[in-house]
């Protein structure tokens, strides 16, 4: 499998209750590694555009306002098969449906307050990561 590069996100709620170690652990623990992070305060305009596909559901401008609440932690994760172990560590949108011991069925309160966000494809995670980290910051 080759090593790909993906786009996680701890959101909001994460980062409020000091969660971004035990989050990152569980990446790690996966055998990803992180290529980059940083703490920042997404601008409703940048919150709106990277969720732009999301532009006509219901829920965006609740999802908008909760993603600029607070600041978030984006990461570029690295490694092999980076972007499924992404997905398969965070569990299902919806933390109701989230399997055990995933990010999301461990600290998710709703749909919304998910916890974490993670790319989806490749094309989404050349994307994402390009979205928050120039090349020179993947190390
Ligand atoms: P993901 O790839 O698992 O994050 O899920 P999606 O791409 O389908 O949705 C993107 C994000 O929109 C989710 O992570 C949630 O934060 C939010 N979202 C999705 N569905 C709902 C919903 O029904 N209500 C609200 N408030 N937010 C939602």
Do not use: C, W
């Amino acid at each position: 499998m080759a090593k790909e590069y993906t786009l996680s996100i701890i959101k909001p709620d994460g980062v409020e209750r000091n969660l971004v170690g035990k989050i990152v652990s569980q990446f790690e623990a996966q055998g990803l590694t992180v290529a980059g992070i940083k703490k920042i305060q997404l601008s409703k305009k940048a919150a709106e555009s990277f969720y732009g596909e999301h532009r006509e559901r219901g829920f965006f401008g609740e999802l908008v306002d909760f993603m600029v609440r607070s600041p978030v932690v984006v990461i570029a994760l690295h490694g092999e098969g980076a972007i499924q172990k992404n997905r398969d560590t965070m569990g299902a949108t919806n933390p109701a449906q989230a399997a055990e011991g995933t990010i999301r069925k461990l600290y998710s309160k709703s749909i919304g307050e998910n916890t974490v966000h993670g790319s989806d494809s490749v094309q989404a995670s050349a994307r994402e990561v390009g979205f928050f980290f120039a090349a020179s910051e993947l190390v």
